[in-house]
């Protein structure tokens, strides 16, 4: 199933398919790009940030720019 | 920038890159072990916000523990019981003008109330604002090589996305708890010129460095929470403003968040070290000038005559006295040494209280704001020095009209 | 150059004896800062620099270490990657091999990975890239020895170069 990566739940799993405009400029050095396995750490509340997990790395990204990531969540 | 042609694209270069890791690298199986549950009890949610509440708590039980303790139990009997009747009569030429600038009151009984350059001038640096420096960087360099701070990042962001910041703000506003000068200069990794100008302004205008919070820790412990309670009142509010008026954009938080580390004593050791000795160096001489300055503008009659002329807004829009006006002169060499000097003046409590917000916020201390000027562009450090202007207003009336109000101005 | 938190300032310290702060989180360094330290016999200049993720800087900081490194055109860069996180650490350190730079890699970090369980191959890495790569723990200097005794062997290489390289090793492993 396609998702945002904002609309992951907890601990859920997934491959990123799409990375939109200029972000994936900025993330590409973080280790988040197209094809890559990616785990959702935690959500915060009151439209905080996700922390996800790719490669070993935990990154933190606001709620805003995790709706521009697709992901293909693993059922 | 670069002549050489060969370039791959993002998605180029990422292959190759999975291509080398392939052929080198193994990730073998792992239990996590401590340090990853840590990790992931601290950032989520539901188990983060109660323990940052508790650290943020256990920060400040050690650091007024600490400071009081070496200050109270320690240098205040040193300073008054032993060093200043002993300096009081061994120094010559009683009803001097040396012996004023130097000694000062002949008749105070603490070294809050003598004003001398060799008496508060001392006493203040040395027995009030050093063990408070030593207090909090010796907690802030274990949470910083820990690696607390990133995850501290995560869990506020939510409230700081709400004017305009984001997460990783709190790193700058907690180093300029310390000290505001490398607190502006960490605020260069936020992403806009919106951020980081809404954030030095911040910054200089409600956050107090540990020297003044020792100073008030060492003068009114009983006021403090108030004092803080009010700085972060202006904090949100005037960000709050800033956001809708200033124009730019408003990235959001991308930021990684490093495992935690085993605290090294010898990395914690070296920063106490570099921070406690260029306190010393710096700080001290201040002391002592500001000291200087304002014994030599009160035996001219200077003090007098700028207290006449500030009279009108001290008394009129802030209800203090205007023997206020030292410590107001001070301030602009050493805030800590100003906030030092308000014990030397009768004040009521809600004088004590105001007085102190307002000298917090009513001028950033020199070196931040030779910092402010070589951070920000020129429209952005008018516009700091304008909210400061307002602010300080704002701020200082309504407080007056609140203790007013409340029949006990 | 590295990325953000790999070991940058503590290799600095570490190399120049000099007392640059050092945290656990990114971000830590916000500007360069120069030092000088022994190599070959003669004092030469090493630089500290913020961390940047990629040569594309996202804020101030990161445009601070990859303006030097457009400045300092006939610098020799060691490339700090952390080891339990060699692929984004590649990353870059492919940008700034791209760039005509003489490069030699540091794995920093080695307990760390080690604790994590990632293995490097550091010999093969070596091989496909062409330069040297040398396993280092910035905080208890392991490694550095070796690290100075081999700066001397870090020479440009040509992309072109590292993709025919990985061709054969992993024809040859297949
Ligand atoms: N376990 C381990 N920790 C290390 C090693 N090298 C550095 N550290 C720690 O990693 C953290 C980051 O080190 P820094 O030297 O500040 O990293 P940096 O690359 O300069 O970071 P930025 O300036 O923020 O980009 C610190 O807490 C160091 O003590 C190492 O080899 N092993
Ligand atoms: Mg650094």
Redesign the interface.
């Known amino acids: 199933m396609e998702k945002k990566l904002s609309e992951m739940g907890y601990e859920e799993e997934g491959i990123v398919i799409k990375i939109l405009g200029g972000l994936?400029?900025?993330?590409?050095?973080?280790?988040i790009?197209?094809g890559k396995g990616i785990k959702m750490?935690?959500?915060?509340?009151?439209?905080?940030?996700v922390?996800v997990t790719v490669?070993?790395?935990?990154?933190?990204?606001?709620?805003?720019?995790a709706d521009k990531i697709l992901v293909q969540v693993k059922k | 920038m670069w002549e050489i042609a060969v370039e791959l694209t993002?998605?180029q270069?990422?292959d190759l890159v999975d291509r080398i890791a392939k052929e080198t690298i193994e990730?073998g199986a792992y239990e996590p072990t401590l340090r990853d549950t840590l990790?992931?009890v601290t950032?989520?949610?539901l188990t983060?916000i109660p323990f940052a509440i508790a650290v943020i708590y256990g920060f400040w039980m050690f650091f007024s523990g600490f400071a009081g303790f070496f200050t109270d139990g320690f240098f205040v009997k040193i300073f008054d019981v032993h060093f200043l009747p002993w300096i009081q009569s061994v120094f010559p030429g009683k009803g001097t003008w040396l012996y004023f600038i130097f000694v000062g009151d002949p008749s105070a009984e603490t070294c809050f109330e003598s004003f001398g350059v060799l008496t508060s001038g001392l006493f203040l640096p040395i027995g009030v604002v050093l063990p408070a420096i030593v207090a909090f960087y010796l907690v802030f360099a274990f949470l910083e090589d820990v690696g607390y701070l990133?995850r501290l990042?995560?869990?506020v962001?939510?409230?700081l996305?709400?004017i305009g910041l984001?997460?990783y703000a709190i790193i700058p506003t907690i180093l300029s708890l310390g000290c505001n000068v490398p607190g502006v200069t960490a605020c260069r990794p936020l992403e806009s010129r919106k951020q980081r100008f809404m954030m030095i302004t911040l910054l200089g205008v409600f956050i107090p460095c540990a020297a003044q919070i020792g100073m008030m820790e060492g003068l009114i412990p009983h006021l403090i929470g108030w004092v803080f309670l009010t700085l972060a009142i202006g904090y949100f509010a005037v960000g709050f403003i800033l956001n809708k008026v200033w124009p730019g954009e408003s990235?959001?938080?991308?930021?990684?968040?490093?495992?935690y580390q085993k605290p090294t004593w010898r990395n914690i050791g070296r920063k106490m070290g570099t921070r406690t000795s260029h306190f010393l160096m710096e700080a001290v001489p201040f002391f002592l000038l500001g000291c200087l300055i304002v014994a030599v503008m009160y035996l001219t009659g200077a003090m007098d005559w700028l207290g006449n002329a500030l009279a009108p807004a001290l008394t009129g829009v802030f209800g203090v006295p205007e023997e206020t006006v030292a410590p107001l002169v001070a301030g602009f060499l050493r805030k800590d040494l100003a906030i030092g000097l308000l014990g030397g003046i009768e004040l009521t409590t809600w004088q004590m209280f105001t007085s102190v917000v307002l000298l917090c916020i009513y001028f950033p201390c020199l070196a931040t704001f030779a910092l402010m000027l070589k951070e920000e562009k020129w429209k952005e450090f008018l516009a700091t020095m304008l909210v400061l202007v307002v602010t300080v207003f704002v701020f200082g009336g309504l407080l007056n009209l609140i203790g007013i109000g409340l029949g006990i101005a | 150059m590295g990325?953000a938190n790999v070991g940058k300032s503590a290799f600095f310290n570490r190399l120049t004896g000099a007392k640059v702060a050092e945290s656990n989180y990114p971000g830590t360094t916000v500007d360069f800062t120069k030092g000088h330290m022994l190599f070959q016999g003669e004092y030469v200049d090493l630089i500290d620099v913020p961390g940047?993720?990629?040569l594309?800087p996202?804020d101030k900081a990161e445009e601070v270490a990859v303006k030097m490194l457009g400045e300092e055109k006939e610098a020799l860069v060691i490339c700090i990657i952390d080891a339990?996180?060699v692929?984004?650490g590649l990353?870059?350190a492919l940008e700034i091999i791209e760039k005509g730079y003489p490069v030699i890699i540091a794995l920093n970090m080695w307990d760390m990975a080690k604790s994590?369980n990632?293995k490097v191959d550091t010999e093969k890495l070596e091989q496909i890239l062409g330069v040297p790569v040398v396993p280092t723990v910035a905080t208890r200097g392991e490694g550095f020895k070796e690290l100075v005794s081999r700066m001397g062997q870090a020479a440009p290489v040509t992309i072109e170069e590292i993709i025919r390289s990985v061709g054969n090793s992993s024809r040859t492993h297949h």
């Open positions: 994936r400029y900025k993330i590409a050095g973080m280790g790009r197209k750490m935690t959500k915060q509340p009151i439209k905080g940030p922390v490669d070993r790395s935990n990154t933190s990204i606001g709620l805003g720019l | 993002i998605d270069r990422w990730v990790a992931d950032v989520k949610p983060g990133p990042a995560v869990l962001d939510g409230v996305h709400k984001h997460g990235p959001e938080i991308l930021m990684d968040v490093p495992p | 990325q940047t993720f990629s594309q996202k339990s996180k692929e984004r990353y870059l994590v990632v």
